[in-house]
């Protein structure tokens, strides 16, 4: 930490945006800001954005940040719990439970920062910010994957991942009284082939690869199957790859009708939706990514 004024700090509302295991760079961006005296006063956060930002706002950042980097490939299958129809492959609840158990829950209300979680509401295809309630409850609403993760059944709404609407929700904080804006944008321009890292080999051997296929193999099952054996792509493959390339050309528009200050890009090939077992590389990618972001607008800081 700086050990600079709270006085001689910039103000900073961090926006932080969805896209599954890219959305550990928000961990490694939040260092970068902390240490350069920058302080965060109000959050924003959409599905891993989300996640992130409400456990930094409830101060249990490095908690997170210890799990995310050393929990075990067959730990994070042992979270994902299958739901029969109803209208997701998994129902989520394993994963935000061992969070509450590990991080402990709070009211959002009771944050030391402000933090909104932003859902869409499949009835009104509208927004949903969740600013008061369970911290894990709002992040559940927000992290509903379509496809993925069962909708949420809230107050009449029926919530899915935020991402659909709005990928970086900057619109919450535009009442703030801060210095800069920041938003986190995890659709990024593509990364070059020889500029990704090949994790294929660690993943045969450790199983993280046939766990993904197995997650591939069961969504298939529901499938077409003639029709998917003639294609290249798996259905798992396709609504992946459709629902980030939706929330990266929504995001741009968003964007650029309201710029943050400092736009933060992670390109969304750095990793793979499902790729967390990479925290350790992606928070030290989102730590650098803050820097050079920085370095580009040094008239702002």
């Not at 829950?105 to 295809?125: H, K, R, S, Y």
């Not at 528009?253 to 499902?274: Q, W």
Request: proline letters at 3%.
């Amino acid at each position: 930490m700086n050990k600079k004024s709270t006085k001689e700090k910039k103000s900073v509302s961090l926006v932080l945006g969805s896209g599954g295991a890219r959305g550990l760079a928000h961990i490694g961006v939040i260092k970068w800001l902390e240490e350069n005296n920058y302080d965060v006063q109000s959050i924003a956060g959409c599905s891993i954005g989300a996640m992130v930002g409400g456990v930094y706002a409830a101060g249990k950042l490095p908690d997170l940040e210890e799990w995310m980097c050393s929990i075990t490939k067959m730990d994070m299958a042992n979270l994902l719990d299958i739901s029969w129809g109803s209208g997701g492959i998994f129902k989520g609840d394993k994963v935000i439970d061992t969070l509450k158990d590990l991080i402990g829950d709070t009211q959002i209300q009771n944050l030391d920062i402000p933090f909104t979680a932003v859902a869409a509401d499949m009835i009104t295809q509208k927004e949903v910010w969740i600013n008061k309630g369970s911290v894990f409850d709002a992040i559940r609403a927000s992290i509903s994957l379509p496809l993925f993760f069962t909708p949420v059944k809230s107050k009449g709404k029926l919530l899915i991942d935020g991402g659909v609407l709005n990928p970086v929700p900057i619109a919450p904080t535009f009442n703030d009284q801060t210095d800069l804006t920041i938003a986190v944008n995890l659709g990024g321009p593509l990364l070059k082939k020889n500029e990704t890292k090949s994790d294929s080999k660690d993943e045969e051997k450790n199983g993280w690869g046939k766990f993904q296929q197995n997650i591939k193999d069961f969504i298939d099952k529901y499938s077409d199957s003639d029709e998917t054996k003639e294609k290249d792509w798996s259905m798992y493959e396709v609504a992946d790859r459709a629902f980030d390339t939706m929330q990266s050309s929504i995001a741009r528009m968003k964007i650029a009708t309201y710029p943050p200050d400092v736009e933060i890009k992670i390109a969304r090939n750095a990793c793979g939706t499902l790729d967390f077992d990479r925290a350790s590389h992606m928070i030290d990618l989102g730590y650098q990514r803050a820097k050079e972001a920085f370095d580009a607008n040094h008239k702002v800081v």
